[in-house]
């Protein structure tokens, strides 16, 4: 069982930044990769940014030069800095744990409301 807390959303104007927290618990060990999700109202939840294993980071197309995907092993912690804000960014985000096996785990989402 892995556990994700996440932290860090809120309400941000359009052009600012903003870091998402992921803390993770549990079986850790078997984590392959994290991701980070996001899921505006009315809207599927889609891929935003991965770190897997190794350390080689994936985003996708509308985030890339904006949002940095991070770790620190240390605190088994991900990290999402997300900077030049935009309404459409708008959304729940989620933190997804991917073990090698078995089922993936998500975290309770936080809100993050881009104004502009």
């Known amino acids: 069982q892995v556990q994700l807390v996440e932290s860090g959303g809120g309400l941000v104007q359009a052009g600012g930044s903003l870091r998402l927290s992921c803390a993770a618990s549990g079986s850790i060990f078997s984590i392959n990769a994290m991701d980070w999700y996001r899921q505006a109202p009315g809207k599927q939840r889609d891929l935003v940014a991965r770190i897997d294993r190794g350390g080689i980071t994936t985003y996708a197309g509308s985030v890339k030069g904006r949002f940095t995907i991070s770790r620190d092993n240390a605190k088994n912690t991900v990290y999402l800095q997300m900077n030049s804000l935009k309404p459409e960014d708008t959304a729940v985000y989620y933190c997804?744990?991917?073990?090698?096996?078995?089922?993936?785990?998500w975290g309770q989402g936080t809100q993050v409301t881009v104004s502009s």
């Open positions: 997804h744990a991917v073990p090698a096996y078995g089922t993936t785990y």
